[in-house]
């Protein structure tokens, strides 16, 4: 009842702001459909996966998604939990995105799965506790149901309460991210993945979006409710941007690790995998996506904002962003495609194995894309004024 | 007098080898630590009397954590790709033309003179003692079988997550779309098996040049066993970096017996 009347309390929104959210909600229908229309029909006919490449495109933006909602939750507790009070003014705003990320991640896992209505019975009467996936299922799960706990304190304003849904949170959602490493490290002895991604690589990772999503979306916020910061959260975006930085310099490392892999075998376990990404065909997604746009990009627009223009941190968090989805692409794809028996001289086996997404694969994630920015709009309509306060 | 550095010196495998260097190789490797490259041969050394050379220690007796515990040799040079097995395989177990349980990879391997030796390699799931698949599994809908060791897929828990495949070091298994579920081989566990009273699968039954002999590593009186506890044979395991323990054991049968 609480909620209710703080959110009837509100200005309802302008028709400028029903139309956006109409048409991303359309588009996010439209990408969703194929999802259904794959779920009916099977993956065999409509997916590009393989026998020998069986992880796709989907993988990415549960993966994204996933690390994006870590990070957040990890921001949203500096300022609820431990305490740090310039992060204090974007905690209701940075739980919420992090619900919505959540939900857009399980949500395309659940696409992606060929049978996911068994998975309904099974994953609770038939678990299997030493499958990284099952944990990392359940532990997101949890913290999802968790983080609109946390959010709903916060709404009413129960701080006490939200602080310990905040912590159970970012513990469970550590502990997934850093489970993130084994799950793809055992997956067919590739050395490329746990080579190359360790634990607190995929926690930086994580970190890192949280902040250029706070950043991007905050901004995009003023801009859609014809709104402007005050001092408040000029500071909080400020701090927000400084750890950016300090992980964007942190990735940077992990990138000349992974440039040094690819151009010297000696550095890396899976050698024919990280020259596919460094300097194969994978090589402009590396570049131009894993160090242009993820990494030099950013910094570049950090110095150039001078850590404090919203407008061009927010352009460098987008960058990230994007970049950050490449990377998690490569993630996925790269591991698979160096064929099983490829030190047995087998005749005609290809140098790496071939994968491209197919139309339903595109659809499916430009539909959890945009879910999840048709939910940041409503929770601006909805929520708007909770979030400036 | 130079030092080596062994420790620092990077292992090169054993794919590089030419065929001959590698039989020796193997034989060093079998008569210094009594196990090959991680496929562990102390499961097919049953002979309480051997002694490790470095050591001058016994070799432990062999320990069988299944009874039966069914295997597969696969006499390679053998095989000529007739491909009447992946019949065999398909009308018995019901496996679709888009899918496959069993294959034949044809392998040109550099010999030491120069050429290239040409040979076909049987490929089928390795029924691992630590297979990864069973570890991935979220709902265990694929299964170490207790009392045999077959790998088998309950097909009604399967969500299709498809880590399985992903985890495969073999390729191994498909997507079957007709039960919404992975299929792989389980020895013919519930075909030809069952009806061959645990004596032969579809395509051990099917294959006339004896490449591939089943059998049971815990009854000597089986062709398997037999051929694996036959002084002289030489032994290896696919993949064995992945650590997964097959229990699929190729070998070059002698030339005069061929």
């Avoid at chain 1, 959110?7 to 139309?19: D, G, H």
């Avoid at chain 2, 579920?181 to 061959?196: E, R, V, W």
Wanted: with cysteine; charged share 15%; net charge positive.
């Amino acid at each position: 009842m609480n909620i209710y009347t703080k959110t009837t309390n509100l200005p309802l929104p302008s028709m400028n702001q029903i139309l956006v959210f109409i048409v991303l909600a359309l588009i996010c229908g439209i990408g969703l459909s194929f999802g259904l229309h794959t779920m009916i029909v099977g993956h065999h006919h409509t997916f590009g996966t393989t026998r020998e490449v069986p992880w796709g495109l989907l993988i990415t933006p549960y993966v994204f998604f996933a690390c994006l909602a870590t990070g957040l939750c990890i921001i949203s507790t500096l300022g609820q939990v431990f305490g740090l009070t310039t992060f204090k003014p974007l905690v209701t705003r940075t739980v919420f995105l992090a619900i919505v990320a959540m939900a857009a991640g399980l949500m395309c896992i659940t696409l992606e799965l060929e049978s996911p209505w068994r998975v309904v019975f099974y994953a609770w009467f038939s678990p299997q506790p030493f499958s990284n996936i099952w944990w990392k299922t359940a532990i997101y799960s949890c913290s999802l149901v968790l983080m609109i706990c946390n959010f709903m304190m916060l709404l009413t304003r129960r701080h006490k309460a939200a602080k310990g849904f905040a912590l159970v949170a970012f513990l469970l959602l550590t502990a997934g991210n850093l489970n993130m490493n084994s799950d793809m490290g055992l997956l067919g002895e590739r050395g490329f993945w746990s080579d190359n991604y360790m634990p607190i690589y995929f926690l930086s990772l994580s970190i890192m979006t949280g902040c250029a999503a706070i950043l991007l979306l905050n901004w995009l916020a003023y801009k859609f409710n014809n709104d402007s910061s005050n001092a408040e959260h000029d500071r909080a975006y400020h701090a927000t941007a400084k750890l950016f930085l300090v992980l964007l310099l942190g990735l940077a490392y992990f990138s000349i690790v992974k440039i040094m892999g690819g151009y010297f075998p000696r550095f890396a376990k899976n050698p024919e995998a990280m020259a596919l990404l460094v300097k194969g065909d994978f090589a402009l997604n590396f570049w131009i996506g894993e160090i242009c746009l993820t990494v030099l990009l950013p910094i570049t627009l950090y110095f150039l904002a001078k850590g404090k223009k919203l407008a061009v941190l927010a352009l460098a968090g987008l960058s990230c962003l994007i970049g950050t989805f490449v990377l998690y692409y490569d993630l996925v794809i790269v591991g698979q495609l160096v064929p099983h028996f490829h030190q047995y001289h087998v005749v005609d086996l290809p140098q790496y194995y071939a994968y491209t997404p197919s139309l339903h694969e595109i659809m499916i994630s430009v539909g959890s894309i945009f879910f999840f920015l048709t939910a940041f709009i409503f929770g601006e309509m909805l929520f708007k004024k909770i979030f400036a306060n | 007098m130079r030092n080596i550095r062994f420790n620092s010196m990077r292992n090169e495998g054993v794919e590089s080898l030419a065929s001959v260097d590698r039989r020796q190789f193997m034989k060093f490797g079998l008569a210094i630590t009594g196990v090959f490259l991680g496929g562990s041969v102390l499961s097919i050394t049953s002979a309480a009397n051997a002694y490790g050379a470095p050591f001058n220690e016994p070799v432990r007796p062999a320990q069988f954590p299944y009874s039966p515990h069914y295997t597969m040799v696969i006499q390679q040079n053998n095989c000529i790709d007739c491909e009447l097995c992946l019949e065999a395989c398909r009308n018995i177990n019901g496996v679709p033309i888009y899918g496959s349980r069993t294959s034949i990879l044809e392998l040109s391997i550099p010999s030491a003179q120069g050429q290239q030796a040409r040979s076909f390699m049987p490929i089928l799931c390795n029924q691992c003692n630590e297979p990864h698949c069973v570890r991935v599994c979220p709902t265990g809908a694929t299964y170490k079988e207790t009392s045999n060791g077959i790998v088998l897929m309950n097909q009604q828990k399967c969500i299709g997550c498809k880590t399985c495949m992903a985890a495969c070091p073999y390729n191994a298994r498909y997507f079957k779309e007709e039960d919404r579920a992975i299929d792989k081989c389980n020895f013919c566990f519930d075909t030809k098996l069952k009806t061959s009273g645990g004596k032969a699968t579809a395509c051990s039954a099917a294959c006339p040049a004896k490449v591939r002999v089943f059998g049971d590593l815990t009854d000597p009186n089986t062709p398997a066993y037999k051929l694996i506890h036959t002084p002289g044979n030489e032994f290896w395991v696919l993949r064995p970096e992945a650590g997964t323990l097959p229990n699929i054991f190729y070998m070059n049968k002698a030339e005069a017996d061929a």
